[in-house]
């Protein structure tokens, strides 16, 4: 039943996702499990369901859980910027989304909370109080910063 309805609605254009089938048995359990959960997962490629429960682990580390770590200090940045590079690699390593163009903006948000974050810790160690062995985590953090821009551009061109 959902196959059908959504064959008919990409016919009339109003449907841009693939259709996917999760299962050969059309049960009445399934449906309501569609019915309810569904609008989570239909953007994603059936192999990654779980991409949205990471997203979301991902988006409450962030917003939250940083806030305890080092408050006020640079280093509160660097883990933010580390947490958020590792997660834009699984994002471009395993693009999840079943329409490229939503894992595209994915990974530009992505680097836009990292150019975010790395302003941030730019201008909590621009005090030139801070000491040289203070600052030394930090510019490791640059380093990878500034590959992931490096990787990020790259993997753009290979898209385009």
Excluded at 34 to 42: E, K
């Amino acid at each position: 039943m959902i196959i059908l309805c959504s064959h008919s609605m990409m016919r009339r254009g109003t449907i841009s996702v693939p259709t996917l089938s999760w299962s050969k048995n059309n049960s009445p359990a399934e449906r309501r499990v569609l019915r309810r959960v569904g609008n989570l997962f239909v953007a994603f490629k059936v192999e990654h369901w779980y991409y949205e429960i990471i997203n979301t682990l991902h988006k409450l580390f962030v917003t939250s859980v940083l806030v305890f770590c080092y408050p006020g200090e640079y280093m509160q940045y660097a883990i933010g910027i580390a947490m958020v590079y590792l997660f834009l690699l699984i994002t471009m390593r395993i693009q999840p989304y079943v329409i490229s163009i939503l894992s595209n903006l994915q990974m530009y948000t992505l680097v836009i909370l990292i150019i975010s974050l790395f302003y941030g810790m730019m201008k909590s160690i621009n005090d030139f109080s801070v000491r040289v062995r203070k600052a030394a985590p930090c510019m490791i953090v640059v380093r990878y910063f500034i590959h992931a821009c490096a990787v990020f551009s790259s993997s753009l061109s290979h898209c385009a």
